[in-house]
């Protein structure tokens, strides 16, 4: 608690530190250490001091200033399964005492065999069933409790680590150096709002409010007589391809100036980017580092990130990063710990 | 634009400046000048006081400060008519020109005749096919502007002033001092989410992303080979009683510990913060003034405001606001311009 008096010292000291100024190397620190010198990293710091100078013929409005990040793939690894895939059938695993009947019943019986290449097989609908029966049925609450604990211990199988270590370290000073320039930072995922939210205020300081991502039904009702919202079956809205660009608006109302994202299901979010009112910025990671993480894209990942994607990219001006290139380290705790770095591609 | 020292200085002052210390009336400025002393006001103190005093049991941490309020007489004017609905028939005689069939037909009819008596009798169903026929068929951004201009010309036939200028000044008040202490707030409306939105961030200094409300279904199309989002006529949800829970959670991820409201349409928004895990804080808006307001309630709008909600909020420990005895100021134009203060109820 401060008093106004504080409010008033604090308010003229803010406008002093955060006074706007073009950004010169030679005496400001470094704000994005981990990526490599001109390229992609260039163009980001011409695009923000651009919209950030008042006066400029670029100058976006602090209120203007949204940025949208899809999270799988772009700000942290996606593979070889989406993490939340990894989620859903280890809770299929958990819960299988309850339901017998999953023993005989395809895809849950993959699931719990552990043979993910037949549960590949049932494609998008397999993996609707598993998420349906494994997200709903309990409370909001319980929900976000049940995935914190599974955050907590659950690894990767290649860098044996928790998922929310296998973040990118350079795409964490983006987010933290685009607040720091008055934009409001969003997470913008196919994969399910209630998941994402129980991670991203540590792993990105984006707080649960500018999660966009699929979302299900919820219903108020008096569970023990005590009011409670239970978790649904339905589906409310798919947030992927022309649904992100729908999801951003119904979550934060605005159009994106600026936006990241790796696959083709954020095509429609970066094309409705280009198309907003001020200069704008859209960065697309290419993975082309199997010896620190993975190489897939438009030679091996053509269902999403077909060849089309990168000509689109290129042909409008789009910023390719290569994690390769631009990145001098991916993790915040180094490369040189990398195991499989021999192993590439998986 | 800032530096990394400039931000470890800036840190250093923050944590200086904000540290939590007791309010003491008589050494600081009173956050609330337009509440009156003590009832309500001194609930607000004592509740803030206790959840944001580290090491006090009622202790909240600052992510967990989630309060919630409603918009239409609990944050600005509802009487004699929404505000919306307001726009609606001014909407709807806009566009009649376009629309000759409407001449023949209700409830356009009686909406371009002004016949607002007869509009009324055709209940929510004839309100939503006038809401349907102005809100869908445009894009997002044109929807903005034609909200936004309205707002700067249409004026409340009671008070002859702009709508924006019907706030509650002890309400916008009380917002600021919340969000002072740490406190993020959100507005939950069963009005039009689009629609608040054009106004939430001057009048109440909420960003759009912090705004519930009722939702409409959009779709991204090339318009003109412009990417954009056009507004659909169907229903995404309908943000009202049980609603209102549900739609905190999809916007916000949370669970509020503070929540206002004013009618039977909060109640559950209402009793789902008691249910909070830490010490929570529930308030209603009996609107008691009709000289310098409106007076109506359990005694006159026993749709919205039925004696049961009253005996439930007082049986509950819920802070009932009167504005009549706990508001010394109502707008923040001063109540000495308040025409019509000798009519009474309308």
Redesign the interface.
């Known amino acids: 608690?401060?008093?106004?008096?504080?409010?008033a010292?604090?308010a003229a000291?803010?406008a002093v530190?955060?006074a706007?100024?073009?950004?010169r190397a030679d005496d400001?620190?470094d704000?994005l250490p981990s990526w490599n010198e001109g390229g992609v990293k260039a163009a980001i710091l011409d695009y923000?001091?651009r919209v950030?100078t008042e006066g400029s013929p670029d100058f976006v409005p602090a209120?203007d200033r949204i940025a949208t990040f899809d999270n799988d793939g772009t700000l942290w690894v996606e593979k070889p399964l989406y993490t939340q895939f990894v989620f859903v059938i280890d809770r299929v695993k958990a819960v299988s005492n309850q339901h017998p009947e999953w023993k005989n019943k395809e895809p849950f019986k993959s699931a719990i065999d552990g043979n993910t290449e037949k549960l590949l097989t049932y494609g998008e609908k397999g993996a609707m069933a598993l998420v349906t029966a494994t997200h709903s049925g309990m409370t909001?609450?319980e929900f976000n409790d049940i995935v914190s604990n599974w955050l907590k211990t659950a690894k990767h199988p290649r860098f044996k680590r928790l998922y929310t270590d296998l973040t990118y370290k350079p795409m964490i000073e983006l987010l933290e150096y685009l607040r720091?320039?008055g934009f409001?930072t969003?997470i913008v995922s196919g994969g399910g709002?209630?998941f994402m939210?129980a991670y991203t205020?540590p792993c990105y300081g984006v707080?649960?409010?500018?999660?966009v991502g699929s979302?299900g039904?919820?219903?108020?009702r008096y569970w023990d007589s005590?009011?409670?919202?239970v978790k649904l079956p339905d589906l409310?809205?798919f947030d992927d391809g022309?649904?992100k660009?729908?999801g951003i608006?119904?979550?934060?109302?605005?159009?994106p100036v600026f936006a990241f994202g790796n696959s083709i299901g954020d095509k429609?979010m970066l094309?409705?980017t280009?198309?907003c009112k001020g200069l704008c910025f859209m960065g697309l990671v290419h993975h082309d580092d199997a010896a620190r993480e993975y190489a897939y894209g438009p030679e091996s990942d053509v269902g999403r990130f077909p060849v089309e994607l990168m000509e689109h990219a290129l042909a409008n001006g789009w910023n390719v990063v290569s994690m390769r290139d631009d990145w001098n380290q991916i993790f915040s705790w180094g490369e040189a710990e990398t195991p499989g770095a021999e192993a590439g591609p998986q």
Chains 1, 2 share one sequence.
């Open positions: 608690m401060f008093n106004t008096v504080r409010l010292t604090l000291l803010l530190l955060i706007p100024s073009p950004l400001e620190a704000p923000v001091a950030t209120a909001t609450v720091a320039n409001t969003f709002t209630a939210r205020e707080p649960p409010w500018q999660v979302a039904e919820t219903e108020f005590s009011p409670t919202l409310l809205f022309p649904g660009a729908e608006n119904t979550i934060s109302g605005g159009q429609e094309e409705w280009a198309n």
